[in-house]
C-alpha cells in the first residue's frame, strides 16, 4: 500500500514546540477511572468453568475509537469506507468500480472478451469463486455490520499504459473516469456512493485491463495493486469527489486458480487497506511480525482480531486481574481477549454505563484460530498457490493465537502559545478538538522513513530508534514454542541453505491450546521496544506479568 506523505508536511509545519503530553484532562462528570496494578495475575482460558474475576464482559464495553471514527475526528485527514461499530446498525455502502481500457491493452480484443471480463470482475467482488468474494468475506469478518456493493461502470478508454507512471497520474485517470465516465449507457451519480454525506466517493475500486509489471515485464512498478488517498482533494457535498482508490490489473483475478477461476484475495487485501488497515508485513523484509498467514500479510486466511477489533467489528473481554473465561462463551460471542499492562486505568463512561477501550494502545491479545473458518480452510488446505502454503508449512487445527498490540497514537495538540506532542496510551476520548491523531507506528523498519518522503523523526527532531531497525511493531505474533523466538530485529526471518533470506510461515507450532501455559517471563524478547535516549519513546519496562493458563 503507498500512502500519501502530504499529510505530515502540512501537520508538522504547525509545529514548533515539542513536549511529552500524557492524557486529556479528565473529566469526573463524564468518567469514573479506575488505577488497576494486577502483577502477577493468572488468567484461565476454561472448558468448564463460568466466566469469573477481574474481567469485563465484550457487552460491557465501548470502543473508543475505530479507524474510521478516528479518522472522522481527529487523524489528519485520510478518509476510509465509513463503517458501524458493535452496537449500531448495519450499513450499506456502494463502492464504485470503475473499469480502465488502455489503448495498447492484449486483454480485451472483443465484445465477446470484453463480457467474459466483466464476468470475472463481478464474481471476485461479489459473485461465485472457490474462496470468498470481497462482498462475503466482509460481511463475515464484520459479524454483518457491513455490506459492500461494487457497482461496475461501462469501460472506460484512455490512452496508452506506459504514460500512467505514478499515483498521481492513476488518479487523474481514475477522476476522469468517474467525472465523464458511465453506468449502463448513463452519467454516473457520485452521490449515489457517498453514504456519510461528507462530499467525498466512499471509496472507489479501479479494474485496469493491461498486465501487471511483473507480469509484463515492465519496469512500470505503477502497474501493481496498490491503495492510495489523494489528501489535497476538497469536499463537494452536491457532487462527492473521488479521494481514496484501489487499483488493480486485471491479472490478479487469474493469480490463485488460473484463467478459469476469478481469484479475489487481492482485491480483499486491498480493500482492507480502504477500511484504513496497514499492511502487516515488513516493506523491507527485515522482520515477519504476524508469520504471512494473515489477509493484511500474505493475502491469505481470514482478518485477525486485532484487525475486526481495530475496525470495530469485535468488542474484547478486558482482563485486569485474576480472571477465568469460559471458551465455549468466547467462541459464541465472536470475541477476543484482551490483557492490560500492570499499570493502567479503567474508565467507565457514566452516560452508557461502559467501559471504554481505545484498540490504538498496548496491550496483549488473544484470539480463538478457527481453522475451519472458511477463509482459513479454504486457503489453507489448498495450499494457496502463489504462496505455496504446504502442510508443513501452516496451520492444520484449530488453536489460540497470542498477539503483543503496540499501536498508541501519536496526540498533537496547539494549545496557543505552546505546542504538544506524544504518544497518547488513555482509553478516554481526546476532548480538544485543536489535536490530532497521527498514526506513526507501522510493522515495517524504518517505518516512517519507508512511508513518507518526509523523514518523520527529524522533523521531530528526535534521535531515530536505530539506525538499522525499528525495534517496534503494531502487532506481533507470539510463538508458543520458544524456539521460533528468534532475535527480535529480525523476528521470524531466517537464512535459507543457499544463503537467501526467508519469511518463516506460522504452523501449529505458534498455537496455544488445553494443556498449555504462557509466561511472558519466558517470552521477553517479544516485548522488546529497543528505543534509546529520545524523549518521545516506548517504555516497556516489564509492563506484562499476566500468566495464562489454557485448561
Known sequence: MKVSSLNLKNIFSLLTMFAMTSCGLFNADKYDRKVVNHNEAKLNISESEETSGDVILPSDVKLTYTRSKLNDDYLDGHKYIPSPMVGEESKTVKILVPLIHFQDSPIIISSVNRATVEEKIEAAFQGENPFLSVKEFYKRASNNLINLEFVLTDWYEVGNSGSCRDEVKTFSIIDEAVRNGKIDGNAINTNDFDSNKDGYIDAVYAIYDVHNFKNSKSENQNL?????????????????????????????????????????????????????????????????????????????????????????????????????????????NNACVVILSDKNELTLEKSTNKYLFNPFNEYMLLEYFDFNEKANYVDLVSGYDPVKLEGNKSYTKSGYKLYHINNPQLLITDSGDTKKCGFYYSNEYVESKNSLLQNIVTNTTKGEKNRAETDFFDILGLEYIDDKFDYFNEITLIAKETKHENSYEHLYVYIDENNEKKIENATNEFLFDKGDTFKPVNYKNYFVHGAKSNSLRFDNNELFSTEIYFN
Not at 236 to 245: Q, V
Not at 284 to 299: R, T
Open 224 to 332: 501493481w495493486a496498490y491503495t492510495f488517498d489523494n489528501v489535497n482533494v476538497t469536499p463537494n457535498k452536491s457532487k462527492p469527489k473521488t479521494r481514496h482508490f484501489s487499483w488493480a490489473s486485471y491479472d490478479f483475478l487469474d493469480e490463485g486458480y488460473g484463467e478459469v477461476l476469478s481469484d479475489p484475495h487481492t482485491l480483499i487485501h486491498e480493500t482492507g487497506h480502504l477500511f484504513g488497515l496497514l499492511d502487516y508485513y515488513d516493506y523491507n523484509a527485515n522482520i515477519s511480525p504476524v508469520c504471512a498467514l494473515d489477509m493484511m500479510d500474505y493475502n491469505v486466511c481470514d482478518d485477525n482480531a486485532y484487525s475486526k477489533m481495530s475496525l470495530g467489528w469485535m468488542n474484547p473481554y478486558i482482563v485486569y486481574g485474576n480472571a477465568t473465561i469460559n471458551a465455549g462463551e468466547l467462541k459464541k
